[in-house]
C-alpha cells in the first residue's frame, strides 16, 4: 500500500508560478506521476519520474512546468511556472507500483495508487 498527499494548490495569476508536493510513504513504487483534471474534462497526463530519474511531459507543460524529487525519494514536486488560466483543474499525485522500467502519462494507465488532489486555480 502506497499513500499520497499532495499540497501546494492555490490561487495564482496568470503568470505566476506555484509548486505543488507529493508525500509518498509505505511500500516500494517504482514511478510518480501527475495527472490534472478540470471540470468537464478528461483527465490530463502532465509529466512523470521514474525510479532512474528520467523524465517525461506532456507537449501542453513542456517548459513551463519541472518535476523534481527530495534526496530520499519520498517527496516529489511540481514546479509549475507561467501558470495560465488553462492550467486551472485538481492535480493528482499517482504512484506506479509495477516495475516497468519506464514512467507512463497516458491517461488511462492506472497507476495504482493515487493521493486525494489539490486545486490550483490560475486567475487571467
Known amino acids: 500500500e502506497v499513500q499520497l498527499v499532495e499540497s501546494g494548490g492555490g490561487l495564482v495569476q496568470a503568470g505566476g508560478s506555484l509548486r505543488l508536493s507529493c508525500a509518498v510513504s509505505?511500500?516500494?513504487?517504482?514511478?510518480i506521476a501527475w495527472f490534472r483534471q478540470a471540470p468537464g474534462k478528461e483527465r490530463e497526463g502532465l509529466s512523470c519520474i521514474d525510479s532512474d530519474g528520467d523524465t517525461l511531459y506532456a507537449d501542453s507543460v513542456k517548459g513551463r512546468f519541472t518535476i523534481s524529487s527530495d534526496n530520499d525519494k519520498r517527496t516529489f514536486y511540481l514546479q509549475m511556472n507561467n501558470l495560465k488560466p488553462e492550467d486551472t483543474a485538481v492535480y493528482y499525485c499517482?504512484?506506479?507500483?509495477?516495475?516497468?522500467?519506464?514512467?507512463?502519462?497516458?491517461?488511462?494507465?492506472?497507476?495504482?495508487?493515487w493521493g486525494q488532489g489539490t486545486q490550483v486555480t490560475v486567475s487571467s
Open positions: 499517482a504512484a506506479d507500483p509495477v516495475p516497468l522500467g519506464y514512467c507512463i502519462i497516458h491517461p488511462t494507465y492506472d497507476y495504482g495508487y
Open positions: 509505505g511500500s516500494t513504487f517504482y514511478a
